[in-house]
């Protein structure tokens, strides 16, 4: 019996009923064939051994549609699980997802995999994919599941199969000796799988719990190409060179010690980059009408239950007892903002009362998750809340959208993507009021003319939020900034105006910040500029280099000259040649150097050395002190 399918160009093809994607790819031509890596049936992407149902639209997917690269990462990490049962039978597998730019998988091992294995394991994949073996899903029932996976001895997936609702269809994927739980698609045979790259390793707890079994997770990514891996690989040996951590040591502009794990400690240079930062933001919060305000670092619990974080975040809180009372640590600066708005009487005149606060927080992030200067434990955010009234948000949105995007564009970080994270799961409040702050974020976005997409359940326990993405010099996304509409914690706090009319009114609370955390933002900025910063967030903006002992007199009038000006300056005085010198100040990243011989000290002027330029040849020094000024002031990227 015939039926008939709708192709996305809108002709209509007939098959045989129980025909697959495989025989609708195979019935256009032999080259679609091949190429097909799974097809797309009334919108959900399945096999292409998916039978046909009657009157469906199909689309055959190959390596150019977007959902393509996914299913061929997602395919390598069962290669790689395949490959490494057959090296080393006694591991366990556990889940090998997808993630940015490639994937992982987590074993269960008695040794953790060396880099030797990796290159073993690698090459075992390539055997795989040379054998061409088929990928066939099958369906079966939880219990049917269990049995499987416990007669393969794999008692991760026994967990992960134990927990599926009874009644639900469970699919599992067969490759050759190997066999796992899996939703799909896949590819039909290994032999897609061309261009992948193992790439290290790392310790992961099963399931994200420290609590279980710690797994060995090994890491890699694939692409449809070996061009394109190149490329990638690439871009990742420019990301290992321009790793924070790596720069910080070298720069001299921060470390960490046991003694207080997953908080940084800035040295005095790194400090300079840190305050100019704080600087920064507070010089434009003075134009943009906010009011900073300093809180306490450790407050009540009752607080915290007023607010919510007790009950919804305590996870992540400290707390410490003190005279039989028990405070917490602040992660966040929102509740004792509400404190100090709830002291005074406000009328709608007063309205939008904006605090920006610079205080410290504390939070517990697990010890598998922290990194380097972007996830810590301690830190700083250029916070700030407005206080205003509903018919204010829009007005108070679109000044923020422009705020943001200035502090940006200072920074190089033209394209931004926004999203609109929507109620999480766990969360504070009713629906429509949730409603009401989500439709109120969207409406602003919309208005500010701003492209934006929805990550659900990725909302703030009170309230939705817009995160800021930037892109760096490598193209990598980060998210720094946010803007949150929260109606709760105004009314957990009772906070009141008097309206035009004198009745009382609960204003709306935004928290919003830009950098973000201060700590992240610069891990972030320094891989971004690979650890040059321009000129006027360096910690050293010159460096002074006297050629001869003869002209050290002169440097040191340089340096003194530097200093009143308020330029942070370096005089270099070691028994060196001044090559070395030069050396070592690019070493540092120094945006300009300042050679000084017998001919610029009978002149007052400075040989003029730029980082990246090179040699801009002498100049008068007040001349070049007034350009510096100037380049400084205008914080010229």
Known sequence: MPISVRLPDDSVREMQDGATGSDLAASIGPKLLEAAMAIKVNGLLCDLSAVLPDGAQVAILTSKAPEALDIVRHSTAHLLAQAVRRLFPGVKVGIGPIIEDGFYYDFL????????DLVAIEAEMRVLVDAKVPVVREELSREAAIQRFQELGEPLKVELASEIPA???ITGY???D???????????DTSKLKAFKLTHTAAAYWRGDEKNAQLCRIYGTAFHTQKELDEHLKRLEEAKARDHRKLGRELGLFSFHAEAPASPFFHPKGTVVYNELVNYMRGLYARQGYDEVITPQALDVSMWKTSGHYEKYQD???FTMVEEREYALKPMNCPTHCLIYGTGHHSYRDLPIRYADFGRLHRYERSGVTQGLTRVRTFCQD???IYCAPEQMKAEMASFFAFIKDVYDTFGFEEVRVALSTRPEKRIGSDDIWDLAENALAEGMREAGMDFHVAPGDGAFYGPKIEFQILDALKRPWQLGTLQVDYFLPERFGLRYVKADGSEGTPVMLHRAILGSLERFMGILIEHCAGAFPAWLAPVQIAVLPITDRV???AREVKAKALDLGIRVELDLRNEKVNAKIRDAQLQKVPYMLVIGDREAANGSVSVRHRKEGDLGAQPLDAFFAKLVEEIKLRVR
């Open 383 to 385: 916070d700030a809340h």
């Open 109 to 116: 091992v008695e040794k953790f995999f060396t880099p030797e």
């Open 174 to 176: 067969r490759q050759g």
């Open 167 to 169: 009644g639900e269809v």
């Open 552 to 554: 050290h007199d002169f």
């Open 316 to 318: 992540n809180m400290y």
């Open 178 to 188: 190997f066999y796992d739980l899996c939703r799909g698609p896949h590819v039909p």
